[in-house]
Nanobody, 122 residues
Framework: QVQLVESGGGLVQAGGSLRLSCSAS?????IGWFRQAPGKEREFVATIRWTHGTTVYADSVKGRFTISGDNAKTTVYLQMNSLKPEDTAVYYC??????????????????WGQGTQVTVSS
């Protein structure tokens, strides 16, 4: 069982930046970020596989968001720059101890954090 704790959400103006953190209680194969806006389904944002440090991003955040991890491979960061009002959502980190062919798929993650609210004002 892996427990995940997120932090770093908040309120920011459009064009601003925030950094989210996700700390895992045990070893994982990959950790990803997803987000869910009111009335919408949870969607993939970015993920990192600890093997080779491979990262994958959703098209909507490429060039603005950066996912990274610490050397201990237990904490993942999501640096969010040039934030837009449409980035407003609850951000969740998910983790898995297994390989999945499609790292963007929610089904590939077995553990979830409690979520942290990100609000971008226009």
């Amino acid at each position: 069982q892996v427990q995940l704790v997120e932090s770093g959400g908040g309120l920011v103006q459009a064009g601003g930046s925030l950094r989210l953190s996700c700390s895992a209680s045990g070893r994982t194969f990959k950790i990803g970020w997803f987000r869910q806006a009111p009335g919408k389904e949870r969607e993939f944002v970015a993920t990192i596989r600890w093997t080779h440090g491979t990262t994958v991003y959703a098209d909507s955040v490429k060039g603005r968001f950066t996912i990274s991890g610490d050397n201990a491979k237990t904490t993942v960061y999501l640096q969010m720059n040039s934030l837009k009002p449409e980035d407003t959502a609850v951000y969740y980190c998910g983790a898995s101890t297994r390989f999945a062919a499609f790292p963007q798929a929610i089904s590939g993650y077995d553990y979830w954090g409690q979520g942290t609210q990100v609000t971008v004002s226009s």
